[in-house]
């Protein structure tokens, strides 16, 4: 099939034949990550621009490896030396952005809809690398791609996300690519960290983290918002966090011995992630980064319709 979407906004534009298209084009560039000359020349003479609004290791360097490996003019914008420090908008930088034409921008930003402000407002293809606590499209799919890659098939695989659910945009895409796919998911948080609607699908919501760990094929691990949680703390402290949620080698032992952890990063050691656990065989987590060149390779290849 051909991938018709100019932009990568989230995974609930995109159907399963889309996102399965994008899981095969990103196994068959996986391969050339591992060659000893790592460049390919489908994007030679596009130009790529990653704005980036908040702080990102994993995102943006792979955003920008993904892009130099297709041949694309990588570019990388620092909001802290830009002009929206200044007090210019997102919407006026991007303009003054698309003067020099560039065929797609990869943008993260703290508030929720900017990468759809963006695609309606310019002529490039625009990818969303994480908005607000809104959608995360590739962190979704290069966890999905990992899943695939470890157990072959995402149909009635059991995923279980345990943590900050209520500030993680991760999870929202997750649910809705793993649904789309045929996965069961499963939802693990304290009260406090779970949103009081949850408006995504029809998803089972527990408390109880050592009772539904046998269960899961899959347990993806996340981090405490800490920047985005406002007013009064929704925990005790991180001690008694970690001794109520973290995955320890203990809880480790309840699940299933083929389980896999994966958990989408950075990682707080000693808080979700037990040290031991976190540098385990059952650890997908550097799996999960070397993953994602090669799905944001195939995001980008698509979005700009080459083929």
């Known amino acids: 099939m051909e991938f018709n979407q100019k932009h990568i906004l989230g995974l609930y534009h995109l159907n399963t034949e889309e996102i399965t298209l994008l899981l095969d ?15 390919v020349p489908p994007l030679k003479g596009r130009t790529q621009i990653n704005m980036f609004f908040e702080n990102s290791t994993r995102t943006r360097t792979s955003f920008e490896v993904a892009g130099k490996r297709l041949s694309a003019d990588t570019i990388n914008f620092s909001s802290s030396s830009s002009s929206t420090s200044k007090g210019e908008t997102l919407l006026d930088t991007a303009k003054n952005i698309m003067a020099m034409h560039p065929d797609v921008i990869v943008l993260r930003h703290g508030v929720s809809g900017s990468p759809k402000l963006l695609a309606e407002n310019i002529d490039a293809s625009v990818i969303n690398a ?37 500030h993680s945009r991760v999870v929202r895409s997750n649910i809705i690519g793993l649904n789309k796919m045929g996965a069961n998911v499963r939802l693990c948080a304290p009260r406090t960290m779970m949103p009081r609607h949850f408006h995504i699908d029809d998803v089972p919501i527990s408390a109880d983290l050592e009772e539904n760990l046998p269960w899961a094929d899959v347990v993806m691990m996340l981090r405490i918002q800490m920047e985005r949680q406002h007013g009064p703390s929704l925990f005790p402290n991180v001690t008694e966090y970690s001794r109520l949620w973290g995955l320890n080698k203990r809880r480790l032992e309840l699940m299933r ?20 656990v976190a540098d385990s065989s059952r650890s997908f987590i550097l799996r999960q980064v070397e993953n994602g060149v090669a799905v944001r390779m195939s995001m980008l290849f698509h979005v700009l319709h080459v083929g």
Do not use: C, W, Y
């Open 257 to 276: 011995p083929d389980a896999m952890v994966l958990h989408p990063g950075p990682v707080n050691r000693g808080v979700e992630l037990a040290p031991d």
């Open 25 to 39: 084009t990103a196994r068959e560039f996986k391969g050339i990550n591992t060659r000893s000359v790592k460049k």
């Open 130 to 166: 994480g908005d607000g606590a809104h959608e995360h499209p590739s962190q979704a799919l290069l966890d999905m791609f990992t899943i695939r890659e470890h157990i072959g098939d995402l149909k009635d695989v059991n995923v279980l996300i345990v943590g900050d659910v209520a």
